[in-house]
T-cell receptor
Framework: GAVVSQHPSWVICKSGTSVKIECRSLDFQATTMFWYRQFPKQSLMLMATSNEGSKATYEQGVEKDKFLINHASLTLSTLTVTSAHPEDSSFYIC??????????FGEGSWLTVV | ELKVEQNPLFLSMQEGKNYTIYCNYSTTSDRLYWYRQDPGKSLESLFVLLSNGAVKQEGRLMASLDTKARLSTLHITAAVHDLSATYFCAVDRPNFGNEKLTFGTGTRLTIIP
């Protein structure tokens, strides 16, 4: 079946550095992908919509210069957390829908900033 | 602004008992989703409800949707320990397609032997 894959599953980085998370649709093409963030013991919050070939759309309160999104192909979106700080430590999850509007979530990526 | 609320937030049940989780949403939506999340893991899709009166069942879980009341329920029958997890409902956003979801607050379910 259709799968959305994220990489890496977990990453630890030093404060002030940047880290990139990839989201791939393995069995289908996705012109749109979505990035969510989940802090411990909280719900998922949509951060941004990744649009293939155009700029991402960010939710209110999400800094577009801090969370850079690139959707360079129909199967890959990347989220780069720039100048990461400990408060950016979170679980990041991407999603994409196939042509039948079935939504698939990636396995998630744990980010710890030390 | 679309708001999605769940209750209870925490639920501790004995094995064998029945219980219901409620999900209320504030504006019209086309689809209502239920997901399960185990600790440290991503989401597992349980149900997608598309129309008023829709009812779906899988094993000990049954979900229903009342679009007029903007209410969905997830009913657990004869709970077993394996059902311990956090359950989220989510709705799509009106006028934004069916792919962008707003999640409920989540219900952390603990089944006690």
């Amino acid at each position: 079946g259709a799968v959305v894959s994220q990489h890496p599953s977990w990453v630890i980085c030093k404060s002030g550095t940047s880290v990139k998370i990839e989201c791939r649709s393995l069995d289908f093409q996705a012109t749109t992908m979505f990035w969510y963030r989940q802090f411990p013991k909280q719900s998922l919050m949509l951060m941004a919509t990744s649009n293939e070939g155009s700029k991402a759309t960010y939710e209110q309160g999400v800094e577009k210069d801090k969370f850079l999104i690139n959707h360079a192909s129909l199967t890959l979106s990347t989220l780069t957390v720039t100048s990461a700080h400990p408060e950016d430590s979170s679980f990041y999850i991407c999603s994409a829908a196939d042509s039948g509007n079935t939504i698939y979530f990636g396995e998630g990526s744990w980010l710890t900033v030390v | 602004e679309l708001k999605v609320e769940q209750n209870p937030l925490f639920l501790s049940m004995q094995e064998g008992k029945n219980y219901t989780i409620y999900c209320n949403y504030s504006t019209t939506s086309d689809r209502l989703y239920w997901y399960r999340q185990d600790p440290g893991k991503s989401l597992e899709s349980l149900f997608v409800l598309l129309s008023n009166g829709a009812v779906k069942q899988e094993g000990r879980l049954m979900a229903s949707l009342d679009t007029k009341a903007r209410l969905s329920t997830l009913h657990i029958t004869a709970a077993v320990h394996d059902l311990s997890a956090t359950y989220f409902c989510a709705v799509d956003r009106p006028n934004f397609g069916n792919e962008k979801l707003t999640f409920g607050t989540g219900t952390r379910l603990t089944i006690i032997p």
